[in-house]
């Protein structure tokens, strides 16, 4: 079953189009916005992307539309999506809004102004962390909150690059905003340069990715600034790379960019906040370091994971292994988005267990089995495995 669905945000801060993310790159709630806009269209939707886009066009099979041109919608689905700027939706209101189902898909944990303003079906949230700061500060309903994470580009629907890429044992790379961790990861790269000067930190993005102007980074030995990257150019580079490191205090709602280095075999040793302990799997598929970021021993610990890794390279061929396939792609996701639609438009009431296997470990609720594992249609609450069953 295909759908007519379309995508609105009014987000003004940063004009982008589809190429915008291959080609210069972007921060991660606008890449999101395309990636899935193109994933859907991919699966055979009709879809139409409303934002700050420099023009109206078509292009691979989604149809751009600039916000000034549109003034009423009329679609099956229609998703609500801000990721900067004022957050504020409340425009919408004052738009002819014609649709089957209304979702109100957030990025992060920032409050969206006037959210009592927004008429929505069911709030999207991208991880587990950010279901619960919906429910309990925004104190949206249990029964309207889905949680369907952020994904990454398969490796085999990229554009083919030319020339091998041999993976470096001591390249290490920071992938974001500057201010979430990348003094912890200078600060890991020193203690390990200490030990073998070989150790390098590429650095990838910076305070453009949210618009704001670029700022050089002070010299510093092994470390190399690249600057805003596009994202065809960043998974190249990422290839080449064999740790990721996400040591920060910031939470996010479900971070792009480590979920591309993991894609991408890199072995990313994060700090248990936000949702990194949903994305990571302790020893298996990465590393959660605990204790403030920043905090000497903390580094010391991350270090000391990293040399041990190098010097024990089926375990960490093991673990980049697991990286690599363990969390969803786009392709995948848009199959989630779609099959819960399915699941809502049904006309079923919803205590029928319509589609659902088990039940869910924190409400008991009936869990809907998509294309990434368990769903709980009680509370929104996801799960990569089914965890419980009741007699």
């Known amino acids: 079953m295909s759908y007519s669905v379309t995508i609105y945000c009014p987000d003004t801060h940063f004009v982008y189009d589809a190429k915008t993310p291959d080609r210069v790159g972007v921060g991660g709630g606008v ?6 806009a193109q994933a859907l269209a991919d699966i055979g939707n009709k879809v139409t992307l409303v934002a700050n886009v420099p023009r109206t066009q078509t292009y691979r099979g989604v149809h751009y539309r600039r916000l000034s041109e549109v003034r009423s919608i009329d679609s099956d689905i229609l998703i609500l999506n801000t990721s900067g700027g004022a957050l504020d939706l ?6 002819e809004v014609r649709a089957n189902l209304k979702v109100l898909w957030v990025m992060g944990t ?9 008429d929505f079906d069911y709030l999207i949230a991208p991880s587990n962390f ?4 919906a429910e309990q500060e925004w104190h949206v309903s249990p029964d309207r909150l889905f949680v369907i994470s952020n994904g990454h580009q398969r490796i085999t629907r990229r554009r083919r690059w030319r ?12 992938s974001s905003f500057p201010s979430k961790g990348l003094d912890a990861a200078i600060g890991v790269l020193r203690l390990l340069r200490s030990e073998e000067p070989r150790f390098e930190l590429h650095v990838y993005g910076g305070n453009a990715l949210w618009g704001a102007e670029q700022q050089a980074m ?24 064999s740790f990721a490191v996400n040591l920060q205090s910031m939470p ?27 994305m990571v799997n302790h020893g298996y598929d990465g590393f959660i370091v605990p204790g403030d970021h920043l905090a000497s021993d903390t580094l010391e610990r991350a270090a ?27 392709d995948v996701l848009a199959k989630v988005w779609q099959g819960h639609w399915q699941w809502a438009l049904s006309g079923k009431e919803r205590g029928e267990n319509i589609g659902c296997v088990g039940y869910c470990s924190e409400c008991s609720g009936p869990q809907l089995a998509l294309a990434d594992g368990y769903h709980c249609t009680g509370c929104g609450r996801y799960h990569r495995a089914l965890l419980f069953n009741r007699a």
């Open 90 to 95: 409340s425009g919408v209101s004052e738009m």
């Open 130 to 133: 950010v279901r619960e700061v």
């Open 218 to 241: 002070a010299p510093e030995s092994g470390v190399f600034d690249h600057g805003l990257t596009g994202q065809h150019k960043l998974f190249g580079e990422l290839l080449k790379s």
């Open 31 to 36: 890449t999101a916005r395309l990636r899935l």
């Open 110 to 118: 920032s409050a969206l102004k006037s959210l009592d303003q927004v």
């Open 163 to 174: 020339g091998t890429f041999i993976r470096d044992p001591f390249r290490l790379v920071y």
């Open 304 to 330: 000391s994971l990293i040399l041990s890794l190098k010097r024990n390279p089926p375990l960490a061929e093991y673990v980049r292994r697991n990286a690599i396939g363990a969390l969803a792609s786009w």
């Open 252 to 278: 996010e709602g479900f971070p792009i960019a480590a979920n591309e280095a993991m894609a991408c075999g890199n072995i990313v040793l994060a700090s248990p906040v936000g949702p990194y302990e949903e």
